[in-house]
């Protein structure tokens, strides 16, 4: 078993949708968590970063921790077609520790 | 620089032929990662290196694999003896505090 698994999609939405990604992780020691957007062939870039449990939000995206259930999720309102990428989720533990990463989900949002 | 720099961006070498991957990260970031992104498998997590600390290698898959990091900025990933299964693209990242990495563009490799 994937320390974070992640669905692989695709998934296709239409503009204006709200979009929900989601990733279950096992590590307990995963402390900080992060999504990434990834366009095709480019490096992934960071879109949010949390601490702990809780949600954060930063415009049209909020960015869910569920400690007790080892959960996270992405929420993205008002999908615009440049939305279209692969998100990536992450959990380290703490200083420099590296991350670990799910495989990514495929989102394709429709004009 | 303004962000984290990989060349070549795009490699092909033949199988059993050595290769170097090269990482400038941002200027004053202390750690610098690489991972590997293969189809369907995501980011693979190679090596780390944190300031003057010993590096994490526990990603490296092989002892074909490896990785140096001078004067605390450039990084060269090393691949000998290169397989066709080592066709992917290679992420450099860097960082200076808790709060996520910069990736750069990375490497597309193919081994022929």
């Known amino acids: 078993q994937k320390e974070v698994e992640q669905d692989p999609g695709p998934l296709s939405v239409p503009e204006g949708a709200i979009v929900s990604l989601n990733c279950t992780y096992s590590?307990?020691?995963?402390?900080?968590f992060m999504w990434y957007r990834q366009y095709s062939r480019k490096g992934p870039e960071l879109l949010m970063y949390?601490?702990?449990?809780g949600n954060k939000e930063d415009g049209r995206f909020t960015a869910q921790v569920d400690k007790s259930s080892k959960y996270i999720s992405l929420f993205i309102r008002d999908s615009q077609p440049s939305d279209s990428a692969t998100y990536l989720c992450?959990?380290?533990?703490?200083?420099?520790?590296?991350?670990?990463f799910g495989t990514g989900t495929k989102l394709q949002v429709i004009p | 620089g303004a962000g984290v720099s990989q060349s070549p961006s795009n490699k092909v070498t033949e199988k059993g032929k050595d290769v170097e991957l090269r990482c400038d990260p941002i200027?004053?970031?202390?750690?610098l990662y690489w991972y590997r992104q293969s189809l369907g498998q995501g980011l693979e997590f190679l090596i780390y290196?944190?300031?003057?600390?010993?590096?994490?290698k526990s990603g490296l898959p092989s002892d074909r694999f490896s990785a140096e990091r001078t004067g605390g900025s450039v990084s060269t990933l090393t691949i000998q003896r290169t397989q066709q299964e080592d066709s992917a693209v290679y992420l450099c990242?860097?960082?200076?505090?808790?709060?996520?990495?910069?990736f750069g563009s990375g490497t597309r490799l193919t081994v022929v």
């Open positions: 990242a860097s960082s200076w505090d808790r709060r996520g990495y910069t």
């Open positions: 590590n307990s020691a995963f402390q900080y």
């Open positions: 949390t601490y702990s449990s």
């Open positions: 992450g959990g380290f533990s703490g200083g420099y520790q590296k991350v670990t």
């Open positions: 200027s004053g970031h202390t750690a």
């Open positions: 290196f944190q300031g003057n600390s010993a590096p994490d």
